[in-house]
């Protein structure tokens, strides 16, 4: 079988079985029941707190909502301390509340904000710290809860890629006020569009459902100026078929992080992330760092080499947030105050990586990297 043209791409949705999907419309056409917190909607919070060992989810229909209602929740004005690697909207929640994003550099060992960094970022006017667990990494997030304690600040996750990652058996979910999910076409696990925020007590998942439903509680009552972000019930259907398998996508994303590990480990100029210890990973993305001098070819050089190869990769994250027009103007942006961070943006590409990649598809990619750097 020689498909040496087959195109693969860098990720690939996981989609629950079409028979399966099928049964559940009915069930939905039957009832007429298509959204405003029907029962698959209900259903679909009840397993995934279960599945994520968490007290508390609020579905919503993507994981920007969540992100800009967070903050909205907790009432956060003035600064913000955030990364500027991260995917754009963990910034763009801040900008839709009128708040002043403060960038802080990252550690280079993890890609996520550095801690040691955050305390001089901290002006009076700071009033919250919005780290993103980058690639499913978890943040230092004793070292930051500290932190937040000692200022009086809160924290907001951007959880976005961080599904179903535990530290010593807890979710990482827990950490912080508030974490938000996204479930994405992209990511490990998805429903079409859609996102989550989880949360500790009761009260704030109230809070936090009135808040995605326009403010309304009950008929005539608005208790804020909420927004719409319920997700519907067909997607949540699609969430509850997807759950049941999405243990053993994580499992074979395991198989191909290993496989390209084993593989490039030997590849002078390829650096990669190894699992940390205690850490239940997802496996959601496979970021590669170039060391253009000891590969002998750029990140760029490389990245469209195996795009002509028809091998996509995807530069995530660059550009950095910082580099964007709407941010670039910001005291924080200058590139001398995130060195870490435009290193890592300058020299990363993401491999492919989903659960139905095969072998002959990480065979490819593998042959690919290592060929280049011979010729
Ligand atoms: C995907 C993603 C989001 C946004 O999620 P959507 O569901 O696409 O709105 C936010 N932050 C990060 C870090 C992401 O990767």
Known sequence: MNDDNKLITVTSPLLPDLDEFHEMLKEIWDSKWITNNGSFH??????????????????????????????????????????????????????????????????????????????????????????????????????????????????IYDAAHAFGVEVNGESVLNAGDLSTLSFHA??????????????????????????????????????????????????????????????????????????????????????FFDDMPGVRHNYSYFPIFIDSEKYGMSRDELYFKMKESNVLGRRYFYPLISEFSTYKGLPSAGRENLPNAHKMADSVICLPMYHSLTDMDVQKVISILKREKAE
């Not at 956060?76 to 009128?98: C, D, K, M, Q």
């Not at 980058?134 to 930051?144: E, L």
């Not at 403010?215 to 509850?240: C, L």
């Not at 759950?243 to 191909?256: F, G, S, Y």
Request: net charge neutral; aromatic share 8%.
């Open 42 to 155: 209900k259903q679909l919070e009840k397993e995934l707190a279960e599945y994520l060992k968490v007290p508390y989810v609020s579905l919503f229909t993507n994981g920007t909502l969540p992100l800009i209602t967070a903050l909205q929740a907790l009432h956060i004005t003035g600064e913000v301390i955030t990364t500027p690697y991260s995917f754009v909207a963990t910034t763009h929640a801040l900008w839709w509340n009128g708040i002043k994003p403060v960038f802080v550099d990252i550690d280079p060992s993890t890609g996520n904000i550095d801690p040691e960094k955050i305390e001089s970022a901290i002006t009076s006017r700071t009033t919250a710290i919005m780290p993103v667990h980058v690639y499913g990494k978890p943040c230092d997030t004793k070292k930051i809860q500290s932190i937040a304690d000692k200022y009086g600040l809160k924290v």
């Open 186 to 271: 992209t990511k490990v696990y998805n429903t079409i569009e859609g996102g989550a925020m989880i949360m500790h007590d009761e009260q704030t998942k109230k809070r936090i459902d009135y808040l995605k439903n326009f403010g309304f509680h009950g008929e005539t009552e608005v208790i804020a100026p909420g927004i719409n972000s319920k997700m519907d019930e067909i997607r949540s259907a699609y969430g509850i078929l997807n759950l049941r398998q999405v243990d053993a996508a994580i499992e074979a994303r395991h198989q191909v992080a290993i496989k390209y590990r084993n593989a490039l480990r030997e590849v002078d100029g390829i650096t």
